[in-house]
């Protein structure tokens, strides 16, 4: 734990910096698995599982008895609980359906937006410690209300060929029938590119590992949009006096599980908080599963002591934290404060995991400070919004001029000809 | 112009190709624009200045006194002109504010969005053939709206170190006070990095050459995001039996004038409308000052025929452009059939021209295909949005076990234990 207590101002652009990811000794290594990807396709995807996942995968497709089969693996307790978080997101997600409205510019011109789904998109859910099955109903659910027409799924096999059945149970209860067993790079380049198993698709969403990432940034070139740029996971918790030192430590730790190179900051305005935090949270992590991996994360995070709130927010809105958890008496009064954030907690009640699972909002989220000019994944991600514009004879004559007059200045005259020539 | 009657719908693939755009041997250029610019600053801007657009600025900054002179220069007409397609983009745009509406997903669980501006932008307006001032309301217009705190304008310098005055009055008016003389990748590489005189942003916005557009790109490096990827501007024009000729001709002309890599497409279902427009192109772009531009754009010109509207809206859909004209007399009927592109002109009487200065839709749309995932600049780019959420104890307790249940089976313990120890 780094701690400062009462941190100068001008020190804070040096707190708030994340580490350094490496990006250009990628490049050469995506470019090598795009092509391999584009030249041998499936067979491909085949041999990168067997040399990256050590696993044998005759048939990257998983097949209706492979979902059929996870179906029946998942407890019953664990299906009525993705039911129920499915439930809520959809809620959530559904009230972000806005009609279109027309507008009346000038009189006779009419303008106005219509949404339309993003035809073909595509979900990477990353293997490995934790199989996010959350984030198969994070992304899932706005896809379908959206109106996407084609869903697909990549997620890397296991050392026996199997996906895990969480994730196979919970695609199926979001409609997705196209999935396929590929992982890392090689996955973001068959949805790019396709294959003659795996459909190319126009935009790419899901976290990832380090070559994931790169690959979702290469995949660009190739004209696919992607959810957003990525970045370890992230927590911010600013805490009162009135904040429990226990629920504070447990939410800085289901952070820092996320991996080593998770981030992990705390302020207070309080004392007595600020230590018994650090030392619930010293409590806590030795219980914990992957406390390893929670220690290293806890070894880098920032315990910052601040005069008042409004400091604790300044030093956040310059972070841009991924989550902030506002665990003060009245997170009102902070709430118009709140500049840059992905998603924000507000209450001794709102923990982190909350918004992780089940409360409706989405967890695929700006991260690396991201959260200053980017928003989270909402329905809006999986939509575009078209404008439409209607002008009659007398809608033209009315700002006829006008375009004529611009037009002329900007020195496009076959734009103006193109008004001229209807009104003369 | 290509000509294709009836083509099959196998060879329509090849036909919405667009020209391929050299990327890779850019990186090294920005590189070193971007290196220069980090280093000496305001300095290297100058230079560059002196090496690029062979303008000597001493300063960078455009003075008070620089803007009052150019408002004393713009004619009144032209003035009047600019408030107008202000008014009417504000309109537009203005109608895009969504109140946050609070949805409560499960009892004692409310979640919502709240809108926040990117506090810091930068606007790009071109120099060069056309000055692009009707681009400093479309872009300023919605940042203003939304709240963005800072906002910034580069434009190269002409050969007298000066800007167009025009680009002046229009900042001016949409209340930008940070204008600079700079242009380029370099002015994109001061953006991203700040210089003594060119504050730092977090969003990079307008259209520009291709260095401009390798170095919006490259920028994406250093954290910064910007409005969409860009490429050369496109029109499709649909045309039934009762579109005219003269029109549609105009329309084509006013995108093929825009610069040789313009991409021009004219589809009609009817034969006579087909020869007709055919010479009305040839007959008006003569007259144009910008012909040479537009003959070399029309080189390369899709002129196509087909069976039905249907075809051609199939055909519009696969090559996604930037602005579509539909030229027909049942347009209502082709409204829920469009599904990708920018922006969409309905009618006879509804020009692009209407769209790219004063109807009040915005200008700056995805060209090259990216109206499959992208939607134009609206007022949502200027924002972001955060999702906030409220439990209350019961709240937690009412979806407490779901969260649990989906932590533990992801493996990540500390999420269940932050739901736990608060309902212990």
Same mark, same amino acid.
């Given at each position: 734990m780094k701690i400062y207590r009462f941190p100068e101002k001008e020190t804070w652009a040096d707190l708030?910096?994340?580490?350094?990811?490496?990006?250009?000794?990628?490049?050469?290594?995506?470019?090598? %698995?795009?092509?391999?990807?584009? =030249?041998?396709?499936? !067979?491909?995807?085949?041999?990168?599982?067997?040399?990256?996942? #050590?696993?044998?995968?005759?048939?990257?497709?998983?097949?209706?008895? *492979?979902?059929?089969? +996870?179906?029946?693996? @998942?407890?019953?307790? $664990? /299906?009525?609980?993705?039911?129920?978080? #499915?439930?809520?997101i959809l809620k959530f997600h559904a009230a972000q359906i806005?009609?279109?409205? #027309? %507008?009346?510019?000038?009189?006779?011109?009419?303008?106005?937006?219509?949404?339309?789904?993003? *035809? /073909?998109?595509? %979900?990477? @859910?990353?293997?490995?410690?934790?199989? $996010?099955?959350?984030?198969?109903?994070?992304?899932?659910?706005?896809?379908?209300?959206?109106?996407? /027409?084609e869903i697909v799924l990549c997620t890397p096999p296991d050392r026996n060929g199997n996906i895990n059945p969480a994730i196979l149970f919970t695609a199926k209860l979001c409609g997705i029938t196209k999935i396929f067993k590929t992982g890392g790079a090689q996955a973001i380049a068959a949805m790019t590119l396709g294959t003659a198993s795996v459909p190319r698709v126009y935009k790419i969403f899901g976290p990832g590992n380090q070559f994931v990432v790169a690959a979702k940034e290469y995949a660009q070139r190739y004209g696919v949009a992607i959810d957003m740029p990525a970045g370890p996971s992230e927590v911010l918790v600013i805490a009162d006096h009135k904040?429990?030192?226990?629920?504070?430590? +447990?939410? $800085? $730790?289901? !952070?820092?599980?996320?991996?080593?190179?998770?981030?992990?900051?705390?302020?207070?305005?309080?004392?007595?908080?600020?230590?018994?935090?650090?030392? *619930?949270?010293?409590?806590?992590?030795?219980?914990?599963?992957?406390?390893?991996m929670a220690r290293k994360a806890l070894d880098h995070s920032l315990f910052i002591v601040t005069k008042n709130i409004e400091d604790a927010l300044e030093f956040s809105n310059l972070y841009a934290p991924e989550h902030l958890i506002m665990a003060v008496e009245n997170f009102e009064q902070s709430i118009p404060l709140i500049e840059n954030a992905g998603s924000v907690f507000l209450g001794n009640y709102s923990c982190e995991s909350a918004?992780?699972? +089940?409360? &409706?909002?989405?967890?695929?989220?700006?991260?690396?400070?991201?959260?200053?000019?980017?928003?989270?994944?909402?329905?809006?991600?999986?939509?575009? =919004?078209?404008?439409?514009?209607?002008?009659?004879?007398?809608?033209? =004559?009315?700002?006829?001029?006008? @375009? *004529? %007059?611009?037009?002329?200045?900007? &020195?496009?005259?076959?734009?103006?000809?193109?008004?001229?020539i209807r009104l003369k």
């Open positions: 708030v910096k994340r580490p350094v990811f490496e990006r250009e000794e990628m490049s050469g290594l995506m470019k090598e %698995i795009f092509e391999a990807v584009e =030249k041998d396709g499936d !067979q491909a995807l085949i041999q990168f599982n067997e040399k990256f996942d #050590k696993a044998i995968t005759p048939q990257i497709v998983v097949s209706e008895a *492979e979902i059929k089969k +996870a179906e029946d693996e @998942i407890p019953d307790a $664990l /299906k009525k609980a993705i039911r129920q978080a #499915k439930e809520n806005i009609e279109p409205e #027309k %507008i009346e510019t000038a009189k006779g011109v009419i303008c106005w937006r219509e949404n339309r789904a993003v *035809e /073909k998109v595509g %979900i990477y @859910i990353p293997g490995g410690t934790a199989p $996010l099955f959350s984030t198969v109903l994070m992304l899932a659910v706005p896809a379908n209300l959206a109106g996407c /027409k904040a429990v030192p226990e629920f504070c430590a +447990a939410d $800085l $730790l289901s !952070q820092a599980e996320h991996g080593s190179d998770s981030q992990v900051v705390f302020i207070t305005t309080d004392l007595t908080v600020f230590t018994e935090t650090m030392d *619930e949270v010293e409590k806590q992590v030795s219980r914990l599963p992957r406390n390893e918004g992780d699972y +089940a409360s &409706g909002t989405n967890h695929t989220l700006p991260t690396n400070a991201y959260a200053k000019n980017y928003s989270g994944v909402s329905l809006d991600s999986f939509l575009k =919004k078209i404008t439409f514009q209607h002008l009659s004879r007398e809608g033209l =004559k009315n700002i006829g001029k006008t @375009i *004529e %007059i611009m037009a002329e200045a900007e &020195g496009l005259i076959a734009h103006k000809n193109a008004v001229s």
